[in-house]
């Protein structure tokens, strides 16, 4: 298992993890080195902007820290249901996104940026160390910005609902729990509206300093993040993969429209994905097509694309995923080795286009019950990992050979 590897262009030196889930999960072990690469660090975001679905309105409740949920009784114990915490503290990535920016690396990048002190800088603690940002009468005394991406920042501020949400489910039902404050990330939407902003948004001004590019893929992030939750259903990858994408180019689109003029890179990547998603349509007659849309960055275009990927997204999260729809997606997206042979579309586009499509392949892969053919067809996918793990350096001919040859194989 390589600790280096090369993708998108940059060099990145990757630990590898300790993977903990609870005992008796339901989920299938689905995570493989691929995985690895598609989790970002927690990055930093200058223009998030609110999101209705995963941000309440009125008076804000108070944060009271990590440390709520830390005791030997609640979640800083033993066995399911009891050691989130403890996987938090001591193993998960978001731990250490304050940690991040007291590095030499976020110094250079500060010192570019002029901007006098990153741990103190709203475009760094967005992300990385939210906390900073919520006014200090809202924290208990307990809170501490160290803590970087913690308990609240996914699940909200807990004053509302730290004491109610431990009564049986009979007695105080998910819906009673939302109401209260806590956010319902069971729901797929509003799971990929909570992470989106800190893991795609990237302002041109971060990229040219030089940090590293950010690329959101909720399935291949979720299962590479140390396990402290439940899925519902087994067959979830599918769902988490396209709801995840659909926000991704919801996100990009608006980011897009917001700039004049738009950043070349950016749109090569929106174009890579709207793609993707694009031929990922029909695979189910309950989830809305993108192919009537251009690759024109007109602003219009790109409000367009924005509120239908918002549509894909939602409509994702409802939809009840089967092993048949899963194939069939998989086997859709395997069948475009000829479009990597169009000589009119630029290299850098087709980069982009193999860079998510290699992703989605991955994840698909993972997520059916081991067969012949799609086991015989993952080594395939090995040799596509390495045509896009330097994207100036990609060949789409190339990569059209390979991808219609892992196609085969599927068959």
């Given amino acids: 298992m390589p600790s280096k590897l090369l993708f998108g262009g940059l060099r990145k030196k990757l630990s590898i993890p300790p993977c903990v889930r609870p005992p008796k999960s339901p989920a299938p072990a689905r995570i493989g080195f691929r995985q690895l690469l598609v989790f970002a660090a927690a990055a930093c975001v200058v223009a ?5 679905a995963v941000t309440g309105s009125g008076a804000r409740p108070d944060f009271l820290g990590a ?12 066995g399911a ?3 989130q915490y403890l996987v938090w503290s001591r193993r998960d990535f978001h731990l250490r996104a304050y940690a991040t920016l007291t590095t030499a690396r976020s110094a250079r990048l500060a010192e570019v940026l002029n901007i006098k002190d990153p741990t103190r800088s709203q475009v760094c603690t967005s992300c990385h160390a939210p906390l900073y940002e919520v006014p200090r009468e809202k924290h208990s005394h307990e809170v501490n910005i160290t803590e970087g991406v913690s308990c609240e920042n996914c699940h909200g501020p807990a004053e509302a609902w730290i004491r109610s949400h431990t009564r049986p489910v009979e007695d105080f039902p998910r819906t009673q729990k939302v109401a209260a404050g806590m956010r319902d990330l069971k729901h797929l939407y509003v799971r990929a509206n909570t992470c989106v902003a800190c893991h795609q948004n990237m302002e041109p001004a971060l990229l040219k300093a030089g940090h590293p590019e950010l690329l959101f893929e909720l399935d291949g992030q979720s299962v590479t993040q140390p396990r402290h939750w439940r899925e519902e259903s087994e067959l979830y990858g599918p769902a988490l993969w396209m709801v995840g994408q659909a926000a991704a180019l919801r996100e990009m689109s608006w980011q897009l429209s917001e700039q004049d003029p738009p950043d070349p890179r950016q749109i090569h990547r929106w174009a890579g994905l709207l793609w993707l998603l694009q031929k990922a349509g029909g695979a ?3 989830l809305p097509s993108l192919t009537q849309f251009s690759f024109e960055t007109s602003r219009g275009n ?6 239908a990927a918002d549509q894909l997204a939602r409509k994702a999260a409802e939809m009840k995923w089967s092993l048949d729809s899963a194939r069939k997606l998989l086997r859709q997206l395997a069948s475009t080795s000829k479009e990597f042979d169009d000589g009119k579309t630029k290299p850098e586009v087709h980069a982009r286009r193999a860079e998510r499509l290699v992703l989605a392949l991955d994840r698909l892969v993972t997520a059916l019950p081991a067969n012949v053919a799609e086991a015989m067809a993952t080594k395939k996918l090995d040799d596509l990992f390495r045509a896009v793990q330097s994207l100036p350096d990609f060949k789409p001919s190339a990569f059209s050979k ?3 040859e892992f196609a085969r194989q599927l068959e």
Avoid at 67 to 72: E, G, I
């Fill in 48 to 52: 998030s902007r609110p999101n209705p």
């Fill in 67 to 78: 440390q709520s949920c830390a005791s030997s009784g609640c979640h800083g114990g033993a």
């Fill in 81 to 83: 249901n009891k050691d």
């Fill in 284 to 286: 189910d007659s309950a």
């Fill in 302 to 307: 790109l409000k367009q694309v924005e509120e």
């Fill in 402 to 404: 390979q991808l219609a």
